[in-house]
């Protein structure tokens, strides 16, 4: 079994890689995943992510641990694990910290395909892990004539845009000048508002489960296709719930792969994610498979 902390996981990851092998994953008919888990005691929250396919089972273990920053560790700690279905050997126990952010940035990368935003100016609300993750990933992929970035913390946003050759934006001019927007924050009141938004744009909301909320109704109400990774969302988001997202406006990721939903282009397009096992176990594959060729 191999062990692998977050500096290593880094260098491991190629996200066309990444992509792809989520993109597989959702089209195999054999891959499974078990509801999530979760359990909260003592003030944090802890979930088990179980996933099978491709000859193997995943298992993440994550919790969010509210207290965690003020000692200096991370607000969200856990573990990925790879085990071969044929024999349960534990394949590889990777940090589920840096796994998480690729695997999420990847599937808003491969949703972003989909939904025809992958040109224009990007902008990027939040300056946090999955802002980065998410930067990181899209500006590998795709060629953006800008990149804006905002979060209420100016300082710590100005450096993220630095380091994409980006610039630090209100919230107002990332969500009126930009083509594709990522929200990806801890907010409980909105940040996405539709009457701010352009004619044509892409609009991808990683900030998951509740109470976080990052779009405002009337952002719902203008999109002609809500794409959500997983239907768990419904259930688990504070965004796209039954009551703000029509039932005809919803497409799930893997049924849009496989061609047996549709998403109308143009207008206003969200994706909502929350996180699915499969999206775990497609990393913990990448991340496998990578190791072959590693000494």
């Not at 209420?152 to 845009?161: N, S, T």
């Not at 801890?186 to 489960?209: I, K, N, R, Y």
Request: glycine share 12%; aromatic share 4%; hydrophobic share 40%.
């Amino acid at each position: 079994m191999r062990i692998l902390g977050p500096e290593l996981v880094d260098s491991l990851v190629d996200p066309r890689l990444m992509v792809e092998e989520i993109r597989r994953i959702l089209l195999d008919e054999g891959a499974v995943e078990a509801p999530r888990a979760s359990l909260e005691h003592g003030g944090s929250w802890f979930g088990v992510m179980p996933a099978a396919g491709r000859g193997f089972y995943s298992l993440k273990l994550v919790g969010v641990y509210p207290d965690n920053p003020g000692r200096g560790l991370p607000l969200v700690r856990g573990r990925l694990l790879l085990v071969d279905a044929r024999t349960g050997e534990v394949l590889l126990d990777a940090d589920a910290g840096p796994a998480t952010g690729w695997r999420t940035a990847a599937a808003t990368a491969l949703a972003l395909e989909l939904l025809g935003g992958t040109r224009g100016v990007l902008g990027v609300i939040g300056a946090g892990v999955q802002a980065r993750y998410h930067l990181e990933v899209l500006t590998r992929l795709y060629a953006y004539t800008r990149i804006l970035v905002y979060s209420r913390g100016r300082a710590r946003a100005e450096g993220l845009a630095r380091r994409y050759n980006g610039s630090f934006a209100s919230l107002g001019e990332v969500l009126r000048g930009s083509d594709v927007i990522v929200a990806a924050t801890t907010a409980t009141e909105p940040v996405v508002h539709g009457s701010m938004l352009g004619d044509d744009v892409v609009v991808a909301s990683v900030g998951a489960p509740r109470p976080v909320r990052e779009l405002d109704r009337e952002t719902l109400s203008r999109a002609s296709c809500i794409l959500i990774d997983t239907p768990m969302v419904l259930e688990e988001s504070g965004d796209v719930t039954p009551e703000t997202a029509p039932s005809h406006k919803l497409a799930e990721l893997r049924g849009l792969l496989k061609g047996g939903e549709k998403c109308p282009g143009g207008g206003v397009r969200v994706y909502k994610s929350v996180g699915r096992p499969l999206f775990d176990l497609a990393a913990a594959i990448l991340l496998h498979d990578r190791l072959e060729h590693v000494p």
